[in-house]
């Protein structure tokens, strides 16, 4: 049987390595980990925007960032909101191979919903937005390797 100090090594790896679940086996032994507030290792610092940049501030805790205002030459000012990824993974656009892809381009979203799943360590974590709205562009491919805080979407509100 594993010991406690064990069971403590591998939930401070967790944290510090911002793991949501671990499972592991070793002969008979199992031991499945799971952070029940794993939201929270997802969290960005705030950063003050660049002097002379409109923005709104993201939701307290969350993952979303507002791009600058983006100017069409006849529409008016619209601010995109992008979706970042919360961690190093690799980005998958759907449940499995065969099944369609979480979402498509003028596709609307809510608040809550699975837009994709980020692989890391073996472990599949599906992304759900923050923001409702319509998808307006998808910035990574299938399967494409991604750092943590990096635009994998942008959603116009």
């Known amino acids: 049987m594993l010991d406690i100090e064990k069971i403590r090594d591998l939930v401070e790896m967790m944290v510090k390595n911002d793991l949501v679940e671990i499972s592991l086996r070793d002969g008979e032994e199992e031991v499945n ?3 029940p507030n794993a ?11 660049p002097a002379g940049l409109t923005t ?8 979303l960032a507002p791009l600058p205002n983006v100017a069409a030459s006849n529409s008016p ?4 909101i992008e979706i970042k990824s ?10 499995d191979p ?26 599949f ?6 923001v409702a ?15 943590f805080g990096q635009p994998l979407f942008q959603v116009r509100p």
């Open 125 to 130: 974590n599906e992304i759900k937005s923050e």
């Open 77 to 80: 000012a619209v601010e995109l």
């Open 33 to 35: 980990l799971r952070r």
């Open 56 to 63: 709104l501030p993201p939701p307290a805790g969350s993952r």
């Open 39 to 49: 939201a929270s290792a997802f969290s960005t610092p705030d950063a003050a925007p």
């Open 133 to 147: 709205g319509t998808l307006e562009r998808i910035l990574v491919s299938n399967a494409q390797a991604v750092e």
């Open 98 to 123: 065969e099944s369609p892809p979480y979402l498509r381009v003028g596709q609307a979203l809510h608040v809550g919903m699975v837009v994709c799943i980020v692989e890391a360590m073996k472990v």
């Open 86 to 95: 919360p961690m190093v993974g690799t980005f998958y656009s759907a449940p």
